[in-house]
């Protein structure tokens, strides 16, 4: 495996094209940052493409070797993540991964593989199970570990998110259990209720049930 390969957003066209068609043809999976890149001097790569879409000053003698080669950048260029619809379409395989967590490239970064998935289905163009296989199944693979299915036999590494259809899952998922080796080791729950009002009533907006013992119902 190989990343986060976020400079091939910034190469032309044709190049991050041939360069794809390698990787396709050598079998290397791509592990991409969907939240951005994880280091300062891909951060400064990353704001020196926008400044040049952005019309910015002239910035000769200043840039990198090679970079007047440099087009003004595919998509995922200016977020500094790796062009997923260019390697996906080449035949590479896209795991993903969330490195920025509250670091000096990302003072927000959560670290939610979730997220990750979030972003690449929203702005990388990916379908839902896509983007979620990218930071599940093919993670995995990428790592060498085991496959992982709801089947006996298998190894009971499983995440369990509230949600009707994966879209929904990747939209709110806020609500989550997490089994390692068959325990359950992380629950996360949210409860989002609207306050009595009119308005509400109105369009029968839900509101948090209550267990017999007064605690949040299901």
Do not use: K
Request: with cysteine; aromatic share 2%; net charge neutral.
């Amino acid at each position: 495996a190989l990343g986060p390969c976020a400079g091939l957003a910034r190469l032309p066209a044709d190049t991050a094209a041939r360069a794809a068609d390698q990787l396709a043809a050598a079998g290397v999976t791509v592990v991409c940052l969907p939240q951005g890149g994880c280091g300062g001097v891909e951060r400064a790569d990353v704001e020196r493409v926008g400044a040049d879409r952005r019309g910015g000053a002239d910035r000769r003698g200043t840039e990198p070797p090679g970079a007047e080669s440099w087009g003004s950048g595919l998509p995922g260029a200016e977020r500094g993540v790796a062009p997923v619809q260019l390697l996906r379409a080449a035949g590479v395989r896209i795991a993903a991964g969330s490195g920025a967590l509250r670091d000096v490239s990302n003072p927000v970064g959560r670290g939610d593989p979730l997220e990750a998935a979030y972003l690449l289905a929203s702005q990388g163009g990916m379908r839902a199970a896509d983007a979620y296989d990218a930071v599940s199944e093919a993670a995995r693979a990428a790592m060498g570990l085991p496959e992982v299915r709801v089947e006996a036999g298998f190894p009971a590494e499983l995440l369990a998110v509230r949600g009707e259809r994966i879209e929904g899952v990747l939209s709110l998922a806020y609500s989550r259990i997490v089994i390692h080796r068959g325990r359950v080791v992380a629950r996360t729950s949210a409860v989002r209720e609207y306050c009595d009002s009119a308005a509400a009533v109105a369009l029968e907006l839900p509101r948090q049930g209550r267990s017999v013992l007064g605690n949040p119902g299901p």
